[in-house]
Nanobody
Framework: QVQLVESGGGLVQAGGSLRLSCGAS????????MGWFRQAPGKERSFVAV????????AYTDSVKGRFTISRENAKNTVYLQMNNLKPEDTAVYYC????????????????????WGQGTQVTVSS
C-alpha cells in the first residue's frame, strides 16, 4: 500500500518561496507518476505538476510554469515542489498523489485518475 506524507506548507508573503516535500513508502516507485494537486476553498481539486519517477519527465499547469519546479530524489523516495514568486491565488491545500503508469502512456492530469493521496499541506500566500 502506497503511503504519502506531505510537509513544507506555511504562510508566506506574495513573492516569497516555499518547498513542499512528499515522502513516499510502500512500493518501488520506478513505474509511478507523482503529482501535486491543490484545492482552494470552494473550488475543485486541480492539477499543478507531475513527474514520472523513472524518466523524470515533468509537466505543469500553465499558471505555475516558470515559477514552480517539481523534482524527485530517488535515494529518499521523495518528491519536491519548489514554489517561487508565490501569488495570493496560489493559496490552497496542496496534495501529493501517486499513480502506477505504463511505459509510453500519457500521464493523466485529472485528480480522479490517481489512487493514492497524502493528507495535504496548507499553503497561504498573503498580499
Amino acid at each position: 500500500q502506497v503511503q504519502l506524507v506531505e510537509s513544507g506548507g506555511g504562510l508566506v508573503q506574495a513573492g516569497g518561496s516555499l518547498r513542499l516535500s512528499c515522502g513516499a513508502s510502500g512500493r518501488t516507485f520506478n513505474r509511478y507518476a507523482m503529482g501535486w494537486f491543490r484545492q482552494a476553498p470552494g473550488k475543485e481539486r486541480s492539477f499543478v505538476a507531475v513527474i514520472t519517477w523513472s524518466s523524470g519527465t515533468t509537466a505543469y499547469t500553465d499558471s505555475v510554469k516558470g515559477r514552480f519546479t517539481i523534482s524527485r530524489e530517488n535515494a529518499k523516495n521523495t518528491v519536491y515542489l519548489q514554489m517561487n514568486n508565490l501569488k495570493p491565488e496560489d493559496t490552497a491545500v496542496y496534495y501529493c498523489a501517486a499513480l502506477k503508469v505504463s511505459l509510453g502512456t500519457m500521464v493523466p492530469r485529472a485528480p480522479y485518475a490517481y489512487d493514492s493521496w497524502g493528507q495535504g499541506t496548507q499553503v497561504t500566500v498573503s498580499s
